[in-house]
């Protein structure tokens, strides 16, 4: 008659000993081990996982160490991932073949908790990945959406490079396909920065509605660029219950018990807030900008370069 409990799974050291506190523990395959503790995870009793992929976020995948398919016999406790008991059978080896095939969801899988066939990275739902965190086919990356990449956070297929949305780009964060540079939202260019098709020279760009010697490259490394990428969106501000409208005050009743209320400032309020606090200095660095025309900033930015 086989013995009723809780099945699960166990990784050893290659000798099939365990570390707790640091001192070593000898197990053997076939024999129960027991305590006359009242078992709490991370501090006394025997640990285990109840899905077996889930032993490897406290263990390395690693094929050197031994992993033992266990039955909990005695009182259990659980936070989801890692269980505790105070008594444990350790039921037999599982081969690292039949591990594989049961922490993956797809076939012949040398990584782990793959969806997809033929993976050799870990966490791919695609096929023949070599990477990790695919969800597409053929990845030597990571965290490739698209088939085919070799590079990283690719959305597209076919990439060498990083980060690009297009299709057999060689270079980094490129939106369009065939780019053979960087940052290109067009396609088949052998340059950087471009948003048009097979260019080799990075094109000039325009300001305010006109034409300007400057790239996008030049703009990108601007120090004006990195000024106004630090405009703010709109914020939570605390207004005191003293400062508060009528109106305010009708729509937040409860402000008088609370003392006041968290006011959204709105973008207008926020942008023209930080222009205030910037220096002559920085603000003359984005007043410098090719062609700037004030008007046309304050019709997009709301921010009046000339209120005092």
């Not at 490897?56 to 690693?62: A, I, R």
């Not at 207008?268 to 660095?285: D, G, M, P």
Request: aromatic letters at 14%; hydrophobic letters at 25%; charged letters at 25%.
């Amino acid at each position: 008659m086989s013995e009723k409990g809780i099945k699960g799974y166990k990784v050893f050291n290659p000798d099939w000993t365990c570390n707790p506190d640091g001192v070593p523990f000898q197990y053997e395959v076939g024999k129960t081990y027991e305590e006359n503790v009242k078992p709490r995870i991370c501090e006394r009793g025997f640990h285990f996982c109840q899905m077996a992929a889930d032993c490897f976020n406290f263990y390395t995948f690693d094929p050197k160490n031994k992993v033992a398919e266990v039955l909990a016999l005695g009182e259990v406790v659980s936070n989801g991932e890692k269980s505790c008991t105070n008594k444990i059978r350790i039921v037999r080896e599982i081969p690292w073949a039949e591990l594989l095939e049961i922490v993956n969801v797809g076939k012949n899988c040398t990584g782990l908790l793959n969806t997809g066939n033929y993976n050799t990275g870990d966490y791919n739902t695609g096929h023949y990945n070599t990477g990790a965190r695919n969800t597409g086919d053929g990845n030597a990356g990571n965290w490739n959406t698209g088939h085919y990449n070799t590079g990283i956070w690719n959305t597209g297929d076919g990439n060498a490079g990083d980060n690009n949305t297009g299709s057999y780009n060689t270079g980094d964060y490129n939106a369009g396909n065939h780019n053979k540079g960087n940052y290109n939202i067009g396609s088949w260019n052998n340059c950087s920065f471009s948003n048009g098709f097979f260019n080799t020279k990075n094109p000039k760009i325009y300001m305010f509605n006109k034409p300007t010697s400057w790239t996008y490259q030049d703009w990108f490394s601007s120090d004006a660029r990195s000024l106004l990428d630090g405009m703010p969106k709109s914020k939570f501000e605390y207004c005191d219950f003293e400062d508060m409208t009528d109106e305010e005050k009708a729509e937040y009743p409860e402000a008088e018990i609370t003392g006041g209320y968290l006011k959204e400032i709105d973008n207008s309020e926020c942008r023209v807030a930080w222009w205030k606090e910037l220096s002559n200095k920085q603000k003359n660095i984005i007043m410098s900008l090719p062609n700037f025309d004030k008007e046309i900033f304050k019709e997009i930015t709301e921010i009046d370069v000339d209120e005092k």
